[in-house]
């Protein structure tokens, strides 16, 4: 049997985007999406799926081996604002689910591995402007704490049992495709929806909360590239800081007026204001840059103006 690919997580507003572009580079039977429910969403029902909780060991080493899933994405994870409702199922999972596949890349059964770090990993200490590569960190979540152990656990496992782990510390996604999953930087796909049916967005950040973005189709391209690399070429096996742009919400506001000349937003910060204030308003990404030639391709009017085309042919206007 010729080796697959196995996506963990698949679910989610990541994952789904990137099955669909790791199927078209390398056909749809070769990739496996698994998530934790019973059946596939519509978006991944165009090829294989397996339920798997990542909890499970023995569950996830039995596809993993019958498959021989040789390179594996692992996306499964309790993000930020819903990991502090439930700090012990966030530390479980996102520690736990990350230590089962890495034991069996140790064990050899994964050649290579993507898993995705966060800018939840910094904190109130670290500089904000162009926050560097190698920083003080200190985060004041559940998911950051998880993020930045699960750095230096992806680091020990390179160095003592050679696992080819890839890593890219992702800044706030935005996209079109799905729902996204319950993080901090979330208002800035729900405040599409809202302006397109709305006309009206209630915020829960404040206006100057600014925060490093990046739109999907650069986020999966990221995964694509880094795990096209090289491996003499990843210097780096905590995770790369990578960015597309910086905004806050009232820029956005703006920018999605030039399109919308009447939409009207309201500032309701809540707590997940607080974890936005902690992070970065702006990465250094210099080394992935060097590293594998990363480049974003959207701007944030590009993106502005791409989320906007896409969304007006699926949302309903009122």
């Given at each position: 049997m010729k080796s697959t690919i196995l996506v963990i997580g698949a679910a989610g507003q990541i994952g789904s985007e990137l099955v669909q572009a790791l199927r078209s580079a390398h056909g749809r039977?070769?990739?496996?999406?698994?998530?934790i429910h019973s059946s596939p969403p519509e978006v991944l029902a165009d090829g294989p799926y397996e339920q798997i909780n990542v909890l499970d060991k023995?569950?996830?080493?039995?596809?993993?081996?019958?498959?021989?899933?040789?390179?594996?994405?692992?996306?499964?994870a309790l993000l930020s604002?819903?990991?502090?409702?439930?700090?012990?199922?966030?530390?479980?999972?996102?520690?736990?689910?990350?230590?089962?596949?890495?034991?069996?890349?140790?064990e050899g059964h994964i050649k290579r591995m993507f898993w995705p770090s966060s800018i939840a990993v910094f904190g109130p200490n670290t500089p904000k402007d162009r926050t560097p590569q190698r920083t003080i960190m200190e985060p004041t979540t559940v998911y950051g704490i998880t993020k930045v152990a699960g750095e230096s656990w992806c680091e020990y496992y390179h160095k003592r049992y050679k696992v080819d782990i890839r890593s890219v510390r992702y800044p706030g996604i935005i996209g079109y495709k799905s729902a996204p999953g319950g993080g901090t930087t979330d208002y800035a796909v729900h405040i599409f929806h809202e302006a397109l049916k709305q006309g009206h967005y209630d915020c829960f950040l404040s206006e100057s909360a600014r925060l490093p973005m990046m739109y999907m189709p650069d986020a999966t391209k990221a995964v694509m590239e880094i795990m096209a690399a090289p491996e003499e070429k990843i210097g780096l096996r905590t995770s790369y800081n990578i960015s597309g742009f910086s905004i806050t919400p009232?820029?956005?506001?703006?920018?999605?007026?030039?399109?919308?000349?009447?939409?009207t937003i309201r500032y309701e910060p809540d707590y997940r204001d607080a974890i936005a204030q902690s992070w970065p308003s702006s990465l250094d990404d210099h080394m992935a840059r060097?590293?594998?030639?990363?480049?974003?391709d959207y701007s944030l009017q590009a993106m502005v103006e791409d989320m906007l085309l896409n969304l007006k042919k699926?949302?309903?206007?009122e």
């Open positions: 039977d070769k990739v496996i999406a698994s998530d023995a569950k996830l080493a039995e596809i993993v081996i019958a498959h021989k899933c040789e390179e594996v994405y692992h996306l499964a604002a819903t990991a502090e409702k439930n700090p012990a199922l966030g530390w479980d999972l996102n520690m736990n689910g990350l230590s089962n596949v890495l034991d069996l890349a140790r009232a820029m956005l506001a703006d920018a999605i007026r030039v399109h919308i000349p009447e939409f060097e590293h594998w030639g990363w480049k974003p699926k949302v309903p206007v």
